[in-house]
C-alpha cells in the first residue's frame, strides 16, 4: 500500500519509493504484485507492472439463514496444501496468523476448500476462499455469512460469476474494483482459478 500525504503529492515520493522498493525485492529475487485501483493502474503500467486478475470489493450484511454449518479449522496444516496449489507458495505463517486473530472465523470442507475470515474495524472481512469446485466455494460462503452478524467485505475476482450472482441475491453491492498486477510478468503463480475470493489487497 502506498500513501501519501497530500501537501505532499506530485514530487514523486510514491514514485521513489516503488522504485526503492522493487529494487529490494529484485536483489532478493522475488517478484513484485499489487492491487491497484482504476487511478493508479496506468501509474503502475508505466512501471512495468502488468495486469494479471481483475477483481470487485462486495459489501453487504451478514446474518440469516441458508448456510451449512460446515466444520472450522484445527489448523493451517489442514488447509497448506490446498493454498500452496492455489498460490503457487507456502503461505502457511500468513494463514495462521489470520487464524490467530481475535474474532477469526474459519469454515472447511476437508479435502475441498476452506475459507477464512477476520473482524476489521468496520466490517468483517471474508478471504481468502479457496475451493476446488464451484459449489464448494458457494457453501462456505454462505455459511460463514450466516455466521456473521453486521457489515460484511469480500474481494471476489471477476471471473468468479456464480459468486458474485450469489452476492447479488444476497443485497451485496460492488463497492470498487481494483486489477491485481504483477511486475514483468503476464500471469500470477499456482492454480488461479481456485482462487474464490482473496484476503485483500494488503494483504494478497
Keep these: 500500500m502506498v500513501i501519501v500525504h497530500e501537501p505532499y503529492r506530485r514530487r514523486g515520493l510514491a514514485t521513489r519509493l516503488m522504485e526503492r522498493t522493487i529494487a529490494e525485492l529484485r536483489g532478493r529475487e522475488l517478484i513484485a504484485f499489487l492491487d491497484a485501483t482504476p487511478a ?10 502488468r495486469p494479471v486478475d481483475a477483481l470487485k470489493r462486495w459489501r453487504g450484511q451478514g446474518g440469516g439463514s441458508g448456510g451449512d454449518e460446515l466444520p472450522t479449522l484445527g489448523g493451517v496444516e489442514e488447509i497448506a496444501e490446498l493454498d500452496l496449489a492455489a498460490f503457487g507458495t507456502d503461505r502457511s505463517a500468513f494463514l495462521a496468523d489470520l487464524l490467530a486473530r481475535p474474532g477469526a472465523l474459519s469454515r472447511h470442507e476437508p479435502g475441498g476448500g476452506f475459507l477464512l475470515a ?9 478471504g ?3 475451493a476446488r469446485e464451484t459449489e464448494t466455494s458457494l457453501r462456505l460462503i454462505e455459511s460463514a455469512l450466516a455466521a456473521v452478524a453486521g457489515p460484511v467485505l469480500i474481494d471476489v475476482p471477476d471471473r468468479q460469476t456464480e459468486i458474485t450472482r450469489l452476492l447479488t441475491r444476497r443485497g451485496f453491492e460492488a463497492e470498487r474494483p481494483f486489477a491485481r498486477m504483477a511486475l514483468e510478468h503476464d500471469s500470477g503463480f499456482g492454480e488461479t482459478a481456485l482462487v474464490r475470493a482473496s484476503a485483500a489487497p494488503e494483504l494478497g
Design 40 to 49: 493508479g493502474q496506468a501509474v503502475y503500467e508505466r512501471m512495468g507492472f
Design 118 to 126: 477476520r473482524s476489521g474495524r468496520t466490517a468483517t472481512y471474508i
Design 128 to 130: 481468502p476462499v479457496v
